[in-house]
C-alpha cells in the first residue's frame, strides 16, 4: 500500500541553523501539508501546497518558513534560523484531487539546542 | 473559525469493553467531513473514519463506529472489543473544501488495561 514517507525520523540542531526537512507524498496526490505538534499538545497546520504554489498558510508560518517541490517527488519544508520553540513534531501529509483525507508521513522530529 | 473540542484528556477501558470518546466541533459550514486519527506511542498518525456531513448514516470500520449528531454538532467514536493495540490518542478532526487543512480537537489518550 503506497505510503508518505519523511526523512529524516529525527533531526537535532543548533539554535540559528536551517534545517530541511523532506517527505515523498504518495505518487498520484495532488495536494501537499505541512502540520506540526508540539509534544503534548494539538497537531496544527503550518501549509498547503497545490500546483506548485502554496494555496493556504498559518500565522505559525512565517518568513522563517518556505516549502518547495524541487522534483516530482519531493515535498520540503526549510526553516532558515531555527528557534528553540520550533522544537516538535513535523507531520507531512497528502491527498488526492477530489478526496478530503490525508494521508501522513511518520513524521520528523525536531530539537533544536 | 471551525473549532473542534475534545473533552476528555485521559480515558481507560477493559480489554474487550467497549468505549466512547467524544467530540463537538463549531461550524458554520453545510458541506464538510469529520475524521478521527489514530496516534500510537510512535506518534504516526493513522485515519481510523470518516464520515461525510450530508450522510445521515453513521460510519462504520469494522470495531470502530460514530455517533454523528449533526444539528447537535457532536462527533463521537466508539470502539467496540477494545483490544491493547488501541491505546493511542485520538484525535478528532474536521476539513471543509473552503478552508481545506485539516482542524483538530487536542486529542483524548486511551489506555487498554489488560
Known amino acids: 500500500e503506497p505510503e508518505v514517507t519523511q526523512t529524516p525520523s529525527h533531526q537535532v540542531t543548533q539554535m540559528g541553523q536551517e534545517v530541511i526537512l523532506r517527505c515523498v507524498p504518495i505518487s498520484n496526490h495532488l495536494y501537499f501539508y505541512w502540520y506540526r505538534q508540539i509534544l503534548g499538545q494539538k497537531v496544527e497546520f503550518l501549509v498547503s501546497f497545490y500546483n506548485n504554489e502554496i494555496s493556504e498558510k498559518s500565522e505559525i508560518f512565517d518568513d522563517q518558513f518556505s516549502v518547495e517541490r524541487p522534483d516530482g517527488s519531493n515535498f520540503t519544508l526549510k526553516i532558515r534560523s531555527t528557534k528553540l520553540e520550533d522544537s516538535a513534531m513535523y507531520f507531512c501529509?497528502?491527498?488526492?484531487?477530489?478526496?478530503?483525507?490525508?494521508?501522513f508521513g511518520p513524521g520528523t522530529r525536531l530539537t533544536v539546542l | 473559525a471551525q473549532t473542534v473540542t475534545q473533552s476528555q484528556p485521559e480515558m481507560s477501558v477493559q480489554e474487550a469493553e467497549t468505549v466512547t470518546l467524544s467530540c463537538t466541533y463549531d461550524t458554520s459550514e453545510s458541506d464538510y467531513y469529520l475524521f478521527w486519527y489514530k496516534q500510537p506511542p510512535s506518534r504516526q498518525m493513522i485515519l481510523v473514519i470518516r464520515?461525510?456531513?450530508?450522510?445521515?448514516q453513521n460510519a462504520t470500520e469494522n470495531r470502530f463506529s460514530v455517533n454523528f449528531q449533526k444539528a447537535a454538532k457532536s462527533f463521537s467514536l466508539k470502539i467496540s472489543d477494545s483490544q491493547l493495540g488501541d491505546a493511542a490518542m485520538y484525535f478528532c478532526a474536521y476539513w471543509t473544501g473552503s478552508a481545506r487543512q485539516l482542524t483538530f480537537g487536542s486529542g483524548t489518550q486511551l489506555t487498554v488495561l489488560p
Open positions: 464520515q461525510e456531513a450530508y450522510k445521515q
Open positions: 501529509a497528502s491527498r488526492l484531487a477530489g478526496a478530503p483525507e490525508q494521508f
